[in-house]
């Protein structure tokens, strides 16, 4: 319908649409080295992993010191209670006295073995052969030794097997190893997990953050229940958000205000200026005509990017496509028609003119006075192609996408033209797009949907 204003866009379908359909892996698709989390979870796991192998190697040496301390008391009071009975009943060496697994040997006060345990009895009548060793081999066995002064029957000399301990100290040692190995991964993986769960909050209003809309009023991102450090970051961006929309406000007014105050001077001067070209058909007043045009344009695409998008209306008309080249003709002057120019076209008029002559006057002024600027329209079932060449040096390369947005220019214009002409497209629901030709010069490709994709009901009514 003419003049038909757009549907109302309510808060929960708004902020739907701040997502696009892939921004749930957009998490996924963040490298590794480049994701908080991980660094949260190494910094984590590292500083574990330091902090358990000092407490576990304390505390292996402790329990490694104190079964030291207990084997050795334990050698002592089996060698005291030998020497003790020994001194008192004045033989007995290898009975009961002596435990099991203990090994002795009585040496004379010449050096010589007297005495020994069954195991040693080879060194009986024999020097003794260890001399000063605590440590000494016995069958393939490591034996530690004590020596006790037994009075006039020499020394007594008492051995115990360290097997027991060897045994106790490497699988400490083992396990030591292990838990290094081990720990590393284990620890990771619960960092990874904890921070996943601690950054959850902060990730989902990264992403919406990430698609927020700036032609819609900013939506808040949600906070989480916690009142933490994440908390106090997503609140801070709400506050700076809404300061940004506030400001973008004001500045829409203020550019509202002044494209107001130019624009009834200008319909003044362009009407003057067209009135003086007929009476007298002066040629400088021609071009003043022209540039009359011009600004008046421009005038409107400052005032379409203060309303902003949403707030525009179409006035939907089916007109000749003969009309609409009338038009282009009269406002860009030197332009080639070619295509198909006796169809219809379902548009609102005045949006698609603006959108189709701001880009024929970048072809324009892109070719030069002496270039040439086509004008192509294509009709299938489906919808209306517009395709302006030009003869000049193409899109500037490091520019890219960035053609599109407001103010950005390679031509030396204001730079609202393609940013303008690409809104109303879509506003249509078609689009806009540019590139470089490959025998030279730009070539944009302006789109809208043919007449009869829409419910024919409801273009009758239109009309």
Not at 111 to 135: C, M
Request: proline content about 6%; charged content about 20%; aromatic content about 4%.
């Amino acid at each position: 319908m003419p003049g038909q204003a757009p549907p109302a866009v309510s808060a929960g379908p708004r902020r739907a649409a701040l997502l696009t359909p892939g921004a749930g892996l957009y998490s996924a698709r963040v490298a590794w080295r480049h994701s908080l989390r991980f660094r949260l979870a190494l910094t984590y796991s590292a500083l574990s992993l330091a902090l358990l192998a000092l407490i576990t190697l304390g505390m292996v040496t402790l329990l490694l010191s104190r079964m030291e301390q207990q084997f050795e008391a334990r050698l002592n009071d089996r060698a005291a209670t030998l020497a003790e009975a020994f001194s008192n009943t004045g033989g007995g060496l290898g009975r009961t006295a002596s435990g099991t697994g203990t090994y002795t040997m009585l040496i004379d006060p010449q050096g010589q073995v007297t005495i020994a345990s069954p195991a040693l009895r080879d060194y009986v009548d024999t020097p003794y052969p260890f001399g000063k060793l605590r440590r000494v081999p016995i069958q393939d066995t490591s034996v530690r030794t004590a020596t006790r002064d037994v009075g006039n029957f020499g020394t007594l000399w008492v051995g115990l097997p360290e097997d027991d301990l060897i045994a106790a100290r490497q699988s400490a040692l083992a396990a030591l190893l292990l838990g290094l190995v081990v720990a590393p991964l284990a620890l990771l993986l619960t960092g990874w997990w904890v921070g996943r769960r601690a950054l959850a909050g902060l990730e989902h209003a990264a992403n919406l953050a990430d698609h927020l809309d700036p032609t819609r009023s900013l939506a808040a991102l949600p906070l989480p229940p916690q009142e933490d450090e994440v908390h106090r970051l997503l609140a801070a961006l709400n506050r700076l958000l809404v300061r940004i929309e506030s400001q973008q406000a004001r500045e829409k007014q203020l550019l509202g205000q002044i494209v107001h105050e130019l624009g009834a001077p200008l319909t003044v001067l362009k009407a003057t200026l067209q009135s003086a070209e007929a009476r007298t058909g002066d040629p400088e007043v021609a071009r003043a005509a022209l540039v009359a045009d011009e600004l008046t344009f421009t005038t409107q695409d400052l005032m379409q990017l203060a309303r902003g998008q949403l707030e525009l209306k179409l006035a939907w008309h089916y007109i000749p496509a003969g009309t609409l080249r009338g038009r282009l003709d009269r406002l860009v002057p030197g332009t080639t028609f070619t295509g198909e120019w006796n169809t219809g076209i379902l548009c609102d008029p005045d949006r698609l003119t603006q959108a189709v002559r701001n880009l024929l006057a970048n072809a324009r002024r892109a070719a030069g006075p002496d270039g040439t600027v086509t004008l192509n329209l294509h009709e299938t079932a489906e919808q209306l192609t517009f395709t302006v060449h030009d003869s000049g040096p193409g899109l500037p390369s490091e520019l890219g996408g960035q053609i599109f947005e407001p103010f950005v220019s390679g031509s030396g214009s204001s730079g609202l033209g393609l940013s303008v002409a690409r809104q109303i497209a879509r506003m249509h629901g078609g689009d806009l797009t540019g590139t470089t030709h490959p025998q030279g010069g730009a070539l944009f490709t302006l789109t809208v949907p043919g007449a009869a994709l829409g419910d024919e009901d409801d273009d009758l009514h239109d009309l």
